[in-house]
């Protein structure tokens, strides 16, 4: 089986575990690690090495954690990344952690059930694009509320969930960008070159 730590600020993880638990049961080979207010880095940093440690039997260790570039993410990515078999997803919510939770179960490959964990928390959003669609072709539909990650969202954040991009349209986008700055270098390397054969 592969390992499972959730991490995050606050109490995030022990409060997706306390769902987790009443929807699944008792996770096993599973382990919660909050960075609360009273930690420091070095704090979390112990926290999580002893998680893996727990967990060293396992076949990998996915870490499912809050925010990318947060404290419990780099943290997590610092300390897994030398051990091998150690994958560290960001952006975690409860549907994504229900997946992975049971997915991980008859998988043995860390690294595909790491992709796995983001397309699920990818398509987390798309209901929420639909309902969006369907009430914009339906002026009668008036979307008040809804619930994302059992928190209430009113219609401001419904609709502004609604408009992210999908993922290929962002890989879309940041090619698009990046084909225009290797074209701009390729320019002036280009007129740097000639520059240089004039100069000769």
Same mark, same amino acid.
């Given at each position: ?11 995030? &993880?022990?409060? +997706? ?11 096993? %080979?599973?382990? !919660?690690?909050?960075?609360? &207010? ?5 704090? /979390? ?5 002893? !998680? ?14 809050? +925010? ?7 943290? !997590?990515?610092?300390?897994?990344? =030398? ?6 997803? &960001? ?7 229900? #997946?992975?939770? /049971?997915?991980?179960?008859?998988? #043995?490959?860390?690294? &595909? ?25 339906? =002026? ?5 509320? @809804?619930?994302?990650?059992? %928190? ?5 954040? $419904? ?5 992210? =991009? ?13 084909? @225009? ?9 280009? $007129? ?9």
């Amino acid at each position: 089986m592969i390992g499972l730590i959730v991490t995050g600020h606050g109490h995030f &993880a022990s409060g +997706l575990t306390t769902s987790l638990n009443l929807i699944a049961g008792d996770a096993k %080979e599973y382990v !919660a690690v909050d960075f609360e &207010a009273t930690d420091s880095t070095d704090d /979390l940093a112990k926290k999580l090495t002893d !998680a893996m440690d727990s967990l060293k039997d396992c076949e990998g260790i996915i870490v499912l954690s809050d +925010l990318a570039g947060g404290s419990p993410f780099k943290t !997590a990515v610092e300390i897994g990344f =030398p051990r091998g078999n150690v994958e560290v997803v &960001a952006g975690t919510n409860l549907g994504m952690l229900v #997946e992975i939770n /049971l997915t991980r179960t008859f998988s #043995e490959d860390v690294h &595909a059930l790491a992709e796995s964990a983001c397309n699920v928390g990818k398509d987390q959003v798309m209901p929420i694009k639909v309902l969006s669609k369907f009430a914009k072709d339906h =002026p009668e539909v008036i979307l008040k509320v @809804g619930i994302v990650d059992n %928190e209430i969202a009113d219609k401001e954040m $419904l609709n502004t969930l609604s408009s992210i =991009p999908s993922r290929d349209a962002l890989l879309t986008q940041l090619a698009g960008g990046m084909i @225009g700055l290797v074209r701009d270098l390729s320019i002036c390397l280009d $007129l740097y070159s000639k520059e240089k054969e004039e100069e000769k």
